[in-house]
């Protein structure tokens, strides 16, 4: 698997606003936000997308969404709520060939998804 911004961005090459970080999991705004809450939760794995993943990242994909559910409520937005969405794919419109779940809330959203 080749090099991307997001490796980069793990490798502290290139700067991110991060908001949290373990030994397999790293989280930071995303740089063009789409809400006042933009957050993009990976992990430190190279996984290029859900297509590729293995069963034995079974837990690791799990922990993804507890460190979104972590944030959430770290920046109270868990009982207004708030959207995570995870592109696969040229059709599925993904630009980084690296797993990343989107965490985008603090405001009500509008369902903007259609085929191109
Ligand atoms: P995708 O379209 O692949 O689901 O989402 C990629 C996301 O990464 C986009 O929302 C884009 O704004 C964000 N992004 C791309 N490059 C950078 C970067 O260098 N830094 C940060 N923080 N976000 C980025």
Same mark, same amino acid.
């Given at each position: 698997?080749?090099?991307?911004?997001?490796?980069?961005?793990i490798?502290?090459?290139?700067p991110?606003?991060?908001?949290?970080?373990?030994?397999?999991?790293?989280?930071?705004?995303?740089?063009?936000?789409?809400?006042?809450?933009?957050?993009?939760?990976?992990?430190?794995?190279p996984?290029?997308?859900?297509?590729?993943?293995?069963?034995?990242d079974g837990?690791l !994909?799990?922990k993804?969404? %507890?460190?979104a559910? $972590?944030? /959430? #409520?770290?920046?109270?937005?868990?009982?207004?709520?708030?959207?995570?969405?995870?592109?696969?794919?040229?059709?599925?419109?993904q630009? !980084?060939?690296h797993?990343? %779940?989107?965490?985008? $809330?603090? /405001? #009500?959203?509008?369902?903007?998804?259609?085929?191109?």
């Amino acid at each position: 698997m080749g090099d991307n911004i997001f490796l980069k961005i793990i490798r502290k090459e290139i700067p991110a606003d991060i908001v949290y970080e373990d030994d397999d999991i790293l989280a930071f705004r995303d740089i063009h936000p789409l809400a006042p809450v933009h957050i993009l939760i990976i992990p430190k794995k190279p996984i290029a997308s859900v297509a590729s993943l293995e069963a034995a990242d079974g837990p690791l !994909v799990g922990k993804m969404f %507890l460190v979104a559910q $972590g944030i /959430a #409520r770290d920046l109270n937005i868990s009982e207004k709520g708030y959207k995570l969405l995870i592109r696969v794919g040229r059709d599925g419109g993904q630009e !980084v060939p690296h797993l990343h %779940l989107h965490l985008i $809330g603090g /405001a #009500r959203l509008t369902e903007n998804i259609h085929p191109v």
